[in-house]
């Protein structure tokens, strides 16, 4: 499984930035987590397989949508009202179990994508 990410960029605060994931062979579970500056990795937002459960962090409850496109195996994060301490290398991964994901416990990792968000 590989898991091509794109979409980063910079934005000013209170912008928004929608990035993308290519599942390129089968997937579960999948989870978008990231990694800021002198930060350790945090979980972001998870979708199931159907892409009909969700989870998220306390953080970006409210301001994240995750979504997932079966037919063209692409999951996507869409990130409203971004904030500086959203500033990070966001990574799309692929898993088990919700809990797995939250804590990191993936079985594929994704490239990188940088966000920015500062004026």
């Known amino acids: 499984v590989q898991l091509p990410a794109s979409g980063g960029g910079q934005v000013q605060p209170g912008g928004s930035l929608r990035l993308s994931c290519t599942i390129s062979?089968?997937?579960?579970?999948m989870a978008w987590l990231r990694q800021a500056p002198e930060k350790e990795r945090e979980f972001v937002a998870a979708v199931t397989a159907s892409g009909r459960g969700t989870l998220y962090a306390d953080s970006v409850k409210g301001r994240f949508t995750i979504s997932r496109n079966g037919a063209n195996n692409v999951v996507d994060l869409q990130m409203d009202s971004l904030k500086p301490e959203d500033t990070a290398i966001y990574y799309c991964?692929?898993?088990?179990?919700?809990?797995?994901?939250?804590?990191?416990?993936?079985?594929?990792w994704g490239q990188g994508t940088l966000v920015t968000v500062s004026s």
């Open positions: 062979g089968r997937a579960g579970n």
């Open positions: 991964a692929a898993g088990r179990g919700f809990s797995d994901l939250r804590s990191g416990d993936v079985d594929v």
